[in-house]
């Protein structure tokens, strides 16, 4: 069974940067996609960004140019840099693979104005 444990999130001003981690256990990051997705207040859940197990990583237009995905194989956890952060990044965080089965807690990140 795979498990999620994100950390990393807070409070920041708007323009300010956070860099969240997602430990993995129960399977192997390297071999899947792995994905960061975010939940805002009555809105769905939504994909953030990914990186495939080749390494190519890709991005929802609203993250591009300030959100980066990586992973560390070695420690097994996958992690989110975010900067250049807008209130609207405000939301829970989570991680996981492109097939979810169960959800890690998340991490809150909220950004203010």
């Known amino acids: 069974q795979v498990q999620l444990v994100e950390s990393g999130g807070g409070l920041v001003q708007a323009g300010g940067s956070l860099r969240l981690s997602c430990a993995v256990s129960?399977?192997?990051?390297?071999?899947?996609?792995m994905a960061w997705y975010r939940q805002a207040p009555g809105k769905q859940r939504e994909l953030v960004a990914l990186v495939t197990s080749g390494g190519s990583t890709n991005y929802v237009d609203s993250v591009k140019g300030r959100f980066t995905i990586s992973r560390d194989n070695a420690k097994n956890t996958v992690y989110l840099q975010m900067n250049s952060l807008k209130p609207e990044d405000t939301a829970v965080y989570y991680c996981n693979t492109m097939l979810p089965v169960s959800w890690g807690q998340g991490t809150q990140v909220t950004v203010s104005s």
């Open positions: 129960g399977t192997i990051i390297s071999l899947n996609t």
